[in-house]
């Protein structure tokens, strides 16, 4: 059965700071791999979407590196805002996509303005 | 973009009444949808997933007579929380598949039950 782990669980930094999340997942046989952000009491926005044959996405100030032999994946965050602040969550999916995504506890990150 | 409608956004009954969740894509045919349940302070974990036409296949621990899924439609899967106690309190989130795109979130429900 697959399992996500996130590292750290919580994070607060000073707004400006280049920040990194990491994701960890028990079976590399994923079909992708989908960092998100949840905001308190609300749903999931995504992030970036990684296919397993790909090895990063970027979006802006975001980029997801993806290590699928190693189980890993890393979401890193360039200058930092208080804005950016929310729980962000790692998910893989398997069974083409048609298995639905297993999910992380997630990362719970505060950018101190 | 692709939209997924989920209602209500949040919702307050009494223990042993039942609660019914819709979740609609709002510009495309979602061929599976899926459900999560989400406690405070934990991850999003699958409940089931349920394919339009067919009955829905539940998570282990999930029961089945509890949640009742109905997917009559490619744009309409529900969700009934059926003789809802305290426990059942939770956020429910929604998504909806249509491959090869990727999977879209409802903005989920926040159900308490009293």
């Known amino acids: 059965k697959q399992e996500v782990t996130q590292i750290p669980a919580a994070l607060s930094v000073p707004e400006g700071e280049n920040l990194v999340l990491n994701c960890s997942f028990t079976d590399s046989a994923i079909y992708n791999l989908q960092w998100f952000r949840q905001d308190p009491g609300k749903g999931l926005t995504s992030l970036l979407l990684i296919q397993s044959s790909q090895r990063e996405q970027t979006s802006g100030r975001l980029n997801a590196s993806l290590d699928k032999s190693s189980g890993r994946s890393t979401l890193y965050i360039a200058a930092s805002q208080p804005g950016d602040s929310a729980t962000y969550l790692c998910?893989?999916?398997?069974?083409?996509?048609?298995?639905?995504?297993?999910f992380g506890k997630g990362t719970h990150l505060i950018i101190q303005p | 973009g692709a939209v997924v409608s989920q209602h209500p956004s949040w919702v307050i009954c009494k223990s042993g009444t039942s609660v019914k969740i819709e979740c609609r894509s709002l510009?495309?045919?979602?061929?599976?949808m899926f459900w999560y349940r989400q406690f405070p302070k934990q991850s999003l974990m699958l409940m089931a997933t349920?394919?339009?036409?067919?009955?829905?296949?539940?998570e282990q621990g999930v029961e089945k007579d509890k949640f009742l899924i109905n997917h009559a439609s490619l744009t309409l899967s529900t969700l009934t929380v059926t003789s809802a106690h305290p426990e059942d309190s939770s956020f429910y989130i929604c998504?909806?598949?249509?491959?090869?795109?990727?999977?879209?979130f409802g903005n989920g429900t926040r159900l308490t039950v009293t």
């Open positions: 998504s909806a598949l249509s491959q090869p795109s990727p999977l879209h």
């Open positions: 510009d495309f045919q979602a061929t599976t």
């Open positions: 998910a893989v999916g398997q069974g083409g996509g048609a298995d639905g995504l297993t």
């Open positions: 349920s394919n339009e036409g067919s009955k829905a296949t539940y």
